[in-house]
């Protein structure tokens, strides 16, 4: 039975890797046409995995927090959660501390910095990072949901599930907890039957993000800072990582090869939140996590464990600062370390969402922010190796966790 699982599983990933040849050709093909239809079906998917990323959040937790309430068990995996997202987000960050001081980015012309503030949307960088912390605080019930703001959701889902664990058992009580079990199973069937079309949308994806790159992307001024993001994320993605998962004993080619699919959609979707539904299906019947622990533990990774964010705000920040003159020793960019971790957790698992937080960040300093604007046209490729990193990240903190419970219930 496992061997025809296996064989099911890899004929699965092999459609998707050919899906994902084919659209890279396709996006190869001139034609306005055809760019438009690729453009439609991609925008279809993404919008529709975004559809189901907020509830998959909300009833995941609220059913995690009914089922355990405050017993020992949520306590258990909440706590292994956390740990390894602090370590894994803090490595990214001192893995860029170190990239940084090796590769030293240049300072860019001060008339390329004031042309950048042009690139900036008007609207973005006024709001600083007190407004951003405060608006995780919802003050509606309803505004979260229509925001998709993820961290807002997330402390709403913890406050329902706790809230019904410890009403009085009645038969209201079971009624409602049926109701929430219901909506999860519906949603999950759901979720299924998107993941059995996704070739169709990995071939648009694909070939969207090649007639993009194709088109050129001018990156010469910029050549050392974006060794530096790459190259630490691609240090983390390739070496922290299954670091973390060879110092629990588990092997980093099984799990990253049962991970693939959310990964290569991540990818493309720019978006850990957009993408829960895939990792928790392939963290679920792929890895063969345990579903209590990838339901609790993979939508709170997929809100504060941001690995590609906090090498981003730090490196960026730092590089931000270099070109208004200001000069920071090591143990400041140190400090800066634990501020980019910080901030990173308070991200939203949304396209350019870190971009954004950046911007708020550094409003505030003084620093020349119309850097940011010379750096825009690249962040897109930045933002699809970010993405595709923190659900790699995300994986492997399940993992991680799923492993250590099922050692100490031995």
Same mark, same amino acid.
């Given at each position: ?184 199973? =519906?949603?999950? #069937? ?6 059995? $079309? /996704? +070739? @169709? ?7 969207? !993000? ?53 990964? =290569?959609?991540? #990818? ?6 957009? $993408? /829960? +539904? @895939? ?7 792929? !890895? ?51 501020i980019a971790v910080i901030a990173a957790i308070g991200n939203a698992g ?61």
């Amino acid at each position: 039975m496992k061997n025809l699982k296996d064989k099911s599983q890899t004929k699965q990933l092999i459609l998707w890797l050919s899906a994902l040849v084919m659209g890279t050709l396709l996006g190869l093909v001139p034609g306005t046409l055809l760019h438009q239809i690729i453009d439609f079906v991609a925008t279809v998917y993404i919008r529709l995995f975004q559809l189901l990323a907020v509830p998959t959040i909300c009833l995941a937790i609220i059913n995690t927090m009914i089922n355990f309430g405050l017993q020992k068990d949520t306590g258990r995996i909440f706590r292994h959660a956390i740990t390894y997202t602090l370590l894994t987000t803090f490595a990214a960050a001192m893995v860029g501390l170190i990239l940084y001081n090796i590769i030293q980015p240049d300072n860019l012309p001060l008339t390329m910095i004031s042309q950048g503030n042009d690139a900036i949307p008007e609207s973005v960088g006024k709001e600083t990072y007190y407004d951003h912390i405060i608006g995780v605080i919802p003050n509606n019930i309803v505004k979260p949901f229509l925001d998709g703001n993820v961290l807002s959701i997330l402390l709403l889902a913890f406050a329902t599930g706790i809230g019904i664990a410890k009403l009085p058992h009645k038969e209201s009580t079971t009624t409602l907890i049926r109701l929430m079990e219901g909506l999860q199973d =519906l949603l999950f #069937l759901l979720i299924n039957a998107l993941i059995w $079309t /996704l +070739p @169709v949308g990995i071939l648009a994806f694909a070939a969207q !993000l090649s007639s993009q790159v194709s088109a050129g992307i001018a990156a010469q001024s910029l050549g050392k800072y974006i060794a530096v993001i790459l190259g630490g994320n691609l240090i983390q993605f390739f070496i922290i990582l299954p670091l973390f998962l060879l110092a629990r004993r588990l092997n980093p080619l099984h799990v990253l090869g049962k991970m693939m699919p959310a990964v =290569l959609m991540a #990818l493309f979707t720019k978006s850990s939140a957009a $993408t /829960l +539904p @895939v990792t928790m299906e392939s963290a679920e019947k792929r !890895l063969g996590v345990n579903p209590k622990v990838a339901r609790f533990v993979l939508p709170i990774c997929t809100t504060i464990n941001m690995n590609g964010c906090a090498a981003f705000i730090f490196v960026t920040s730092i590089f931000l600062m270099q070109n208004g003159g200001v000069t920071l020793n090591i143990w400041q960019m140190i400090g800066w370390v634990f501020i980019a971790v910080i901030a990173a957790i308070g991200n939203a698992g949304v396209p350019m969402g870190c971009f954004f937080l950046t911007l708020s960040l550094m409003s505030g300093t003084g620093a020349p922010i119309g850097l940011m604007g010379i750096i825009l046209p690249v962040y897109t490729i930045i933002d699809m190796i970010e993405t595709a990193e923190n659900v790699w990240s995300d994986s492997c903190v399940c993992a991680m966790t799923d492993h250590d419970l099922r050692d100490t219930d031995k």
